[in-house]
Structures are given as structure tokens and as C-alpha cells.
């Protein structure tokens, strides 16, 4: 019997109009655009200004974008995952509103949540359906509404987050392309460096909780960094070896986008070359669950039937991995 792979046959985007560059937040907290391309490599990010709409809404878009391109009826999908770290509401999943949304009424639907590493263990989630034998196609999108737990008036956080979402399809293959290894970790000694004190069940929402900003997210850069460079270029060589793959083999590492130096140092580390690293952290920022799929989409174009893909990513949690794909078709 042929072994059945999870291959991604199709990719879509969302990205909001507002762009907020660095010179606005030069207005807003002390920061200049000098300092923030220097540190972080990033010059603008993407943000959702409609009012009354929350990460479903970049999700929903992303997915239409993804059905249009392929011309796939959505009631053929059997499973909708929406990795996100601000989902709509606590309660009521944004995944099941979302697939509801954009007609998918065959599929179930829910949502996965692992920081800055939700895309990736969606990835990993999607292709164990596929592998199964028990689905055929698997809708996975990463949105995140960042500006929604961001304090304006942290100019340590609050120049690295943006908006948008990315979504791509998972199908069987039958020639051996996909997923192909994964790597996938998490470490709760590192939950206080990155996360948002209240609003969950140790700290409800209270007078107190809002007065004293403890609804959005607070992170030790300095520590973050540390872990997020060492695992994650420790990961992605680990991949490689444990798959016999030189340099030379890899086609792409497509990278979560949280800070340029974090991705030069996992390129440099593999000894790939950086025009072999898909980077777009300079328009968008981190948009947490989005980086992997809005990479994919900003460079599907160059992609070819049967490039060996890296992924790897490390957020809060902390969570981290590496995932080895061989890419499924030609998409001119
Ligand atoms: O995606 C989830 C995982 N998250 C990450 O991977 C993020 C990892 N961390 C980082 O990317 C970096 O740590 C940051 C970009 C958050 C910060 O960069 P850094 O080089 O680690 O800066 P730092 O926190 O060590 O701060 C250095 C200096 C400090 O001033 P002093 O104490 O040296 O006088 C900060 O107060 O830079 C100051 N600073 C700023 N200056 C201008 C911090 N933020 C800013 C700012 N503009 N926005």
C-alpha cells in the first residue's frame, strides 16, 4: 500500500491596509526607526482598525483568498484549525465561526493555540488527519490580531507586533511530498518571560486587572531572545542531520518572522544562504500565527515540485520546533 503524505496544495493571505510604520511610532512611545530596524529588521506592520472586527475577520479573508485561488468549493473540506493567540472571544471558537463563515458546513472546526508557535503545531496537527487516512483536506490558517493585547505605550512590544493571517490546504499525496519529519518541543519553566497576566482563569477579568494593564502581553526580550536564537537554530541543524540533509538540499527555511537577527542566526547556523531564508519581518512585523503562511504566500511564486522546505519557529510558552516539507507543486 502507498504511503499517504500531507502535502500543502494551496496557500492564501490577509493583510489589513493600515500600515503602521516606525515613523508613527516615533510619535507615540520614545523609539525611532534607526533603533527598531537595527534591533528587529522591521520597518512597518499591517494593523486591523475595523471596528468590532477580531482575528476571525483576517482569518476568514485569508481562507477566501486560499478558496479563490484554487477554485475549491468549500463544503469539500472536512476539518477547519484557526492557530491563534487572540482568538475572537475566550469562549466560542474562532475556527467554528470562521468555517461557517466561508461556507465550509461539512467540516468541524476548532482552534489551536501555542504562541508564536500555533502555525506550526497546526502543521503538524493538519497532516497527522491527513496521514490517518481519515481526511482529505484540512484548511489550516494562523491569524492573529496582535494590536489587540498590545500596550501602545510599551515601546518594547509594542514595535514588534502586527497584524494578519495566512492559510494553506493540506491533501493527500501519493508521490512522497510533504511533511516529511518534524521536531517539536515546549518548555512551561518559560511561561513567565512572555505571556498576559489576567483575563484567563488564575486572574479574571477585574477593575483592578485593566487599571494596572494586565491584559496585554508582556515579554523579557533579552531572555526570549536568548532561547528563541539557541533552539531555534539548534532545532532546524537537528532536522537537517536527522534527515541527511547538506545545505545544499534545502531549498528554502522559512523562518517565524519575530526579530531579523533571530532568523540570521538560524540561517547561519544551517549554512544556508540568505537568499534561501524567506523574510518579510520588515513589512509586516511578528504577526505570531501568521509568519509562516504569510512567507509561504509572499514567496509561492518561487516555489518548485519538490523544493525541501525548513520550518522553524519558538514562542511563548515556551514552544518551539522545526518541521521538514517537501513543497507539492509548481504554482506558474
Ligand atoms: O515571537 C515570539 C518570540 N519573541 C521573540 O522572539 C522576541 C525576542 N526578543 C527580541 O526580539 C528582542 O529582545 C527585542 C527586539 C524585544 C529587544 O531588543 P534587544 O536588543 O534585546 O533590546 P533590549 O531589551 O536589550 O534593550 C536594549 C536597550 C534598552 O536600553 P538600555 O537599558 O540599554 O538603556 C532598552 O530600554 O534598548 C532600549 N529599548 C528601546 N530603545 C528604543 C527597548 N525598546 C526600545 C525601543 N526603542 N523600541
Not at 82 to 106: E, F, H, Q, W
Request: hydrophobic share 40%.
Amino acid at each position: 500500500m502507498t504511503k499517504i503524505t500531507a502535502a500543502i496544495t494551496a496557500v492564501g493571505a490577509y493583510i489589513p491596509e493600515y500600515v503602521l510604520t516606525n515613523k508613527i511610532l516615533e510619535t507615540m512611545v520614545d523609539t525611532n526607526d534607526e533603533w527598531i530596524t537595527t534591533r528587529t529588521g522591521i520597518k512597518e506592520r499591517r494593523i486591523l482598525k475595523k471596528e468590532g472586527a477580531g482575528t476571525s475577520y483576517l482569518a476568514i479573508k485569508a481562507a477566501k483568498n486560499l478558496l479563490a485561488k484554487k477554485n475549491l468549493d468549500p463544503k469539500e473540506i472536512d476539518l477547519v484549525i484557526v492557530a491563534t493567540a487572540t482568538p475572537d472571544m475566550p469562549v466560542a471558537s474562532t475556527a467554528v465561526y470562521t468555517a461557517t463563515k466561508i461556507g465550509a458546513t461539512n467540516a468541524f472546526a476548532f482552534d489551536l493555540q501555542a504562541a508564536c508557535s500555533s502555525f506550526l503545531y497546526g502543521m503538524s496537527t493538519a497532516a497527522s488527519y491527513i496521514q490517518s487516512g481519515r481526511y482529505k483536506k484540512v484548511l489550516l490558517i494562523g491569524a492573529d490580531k496582535m494590536s489587540s493585547i498590545v500596550d501602545y505605550t510599551d515601546r518594547s512590544t509594542c514595535i514588534i507586533f502586527g497584524d494578519g493571517a495566512g492559510a494553506i490546504l493540506f491533501e493527500p499525496n501519493e508521490e512522497g511530498l510533504g511533511l516529511q519529519d518534524e521536531y517539536l518541543r515546549s518548555d512551561g519553566n518559560g511561561r513567565d518571560f512572555l505571556k498576559i497576566d489576567a483575563g484567563g482563569s488564575i486572574l479574571p477579568a477585574s477593575e483592578e486587572t485593566v487599571k494596572n494593564k494586565q491584559h496585554t502581553v508582556i515579554q523579557d526580550g533579552k531572555t526570549v531572545f536568548k532561547f528563541a536564537v539557541s533552539k531555534m537554530a539548534d532545532i532546524s541543524a537537528k532536522i537537517m542531520e536527522d534527515n541527511n540533509l547538506t545545505n545544499e538540499d534545502v531549498q528554502w527555511l522559512v523562518p517565524h518572522q519575530a526579530n531579523k537577527r533571530i532568523i540570521d542566526a538560524t540561517a547561519r547556523r544551517m549554512g544556508v544562504d540568505e537568499s534561501k531564508v524567506m523574510v518579510n519581518i520588515q513589512r509586516y512585523g511578528n504577526t505570531t500565527s501568521g509568519t509562516l503562511p504569510l512567507c509561504l504566500h509572499d514567496y509561492e511564486k518561487q516555489l518548485k515540485k519538490g523544493d525541501n522546505l525548513i520550518f522553524a519557529a519558538f514562542g511563548g510558552g515556551f514552544t518551539w520546533g522545526a518541521i521538514y516539507l517537501k513543497w507539492a507543486y509548481n504554482s506558474n
